[in-house]
Nanobody, 126 residues
Framework: QVQLVESGGGLVQAGGSLRLSCAASGRTGSWYRMAWFRQAPGKEREFTATIRWNDGATYYADSVKGRFTISRDNGKNTMYLEMNSLKPEDTAVYYC???????????????????WGQGTQVTVSS
């Protein structure tokens, strides 16, 4: 079992920056990749970014490419999302997720991920 805890959300003005963290605990090595998803009010949860844990390969949603950076610290079992040039449309609850090696699915689909955090609110004011 893997537990994920997000932190770092908050209120920021448009154009500002925030850094989210996701600390993983439990059975280390149980995940192949980790990701950030977000869900705005009245909308479905959407893929934001993902990182492959062994080699750090990253993929981003087009809406955040060039503004957000996903990274990880293997020693701390922690994943980060550096968010710059934030826009009001980035307002959402941000969730971190971890996918086991044997779980199938595309990296941008929620079904690929077995473990989820509780979410952290990010609010960007205009």
């Amino acid at each position: 079992q893997v537990q994920l805890v997000e932190s770092g959300g908050g209120l920021v003005q448009a154009g500002g920056s925030l850094r989210l963290s996701c600390a993983a605990s439990g059975r280390t090595g149980s995940w192949y990749r980790m990701a950030w998803f977000r869900q705005a009010p009245g909308k479905e949860r959407e893929f934001t970014a993902t990182i492959r844990w062994n080699d750090g390969a990253t993929y981003y949603a087009d809406s955040v490419k060039g503004r957000f950076t996903i990274s990880r610290d293997n020693g701390k079992n922690t994943m980060y999302l550096e968010m710059n040039s934030l826009k009001p449309e980035d307002t959402a609850v941000y969730y971190c997720a971890a996918g086991a090696p044997t779980t199938s699915g595309t990296y941008f689909g929620a079904a690929r991920y077995d473990y989820w955090g509780q979410g952290t609110q990010v609010t960007v004011s205009s």
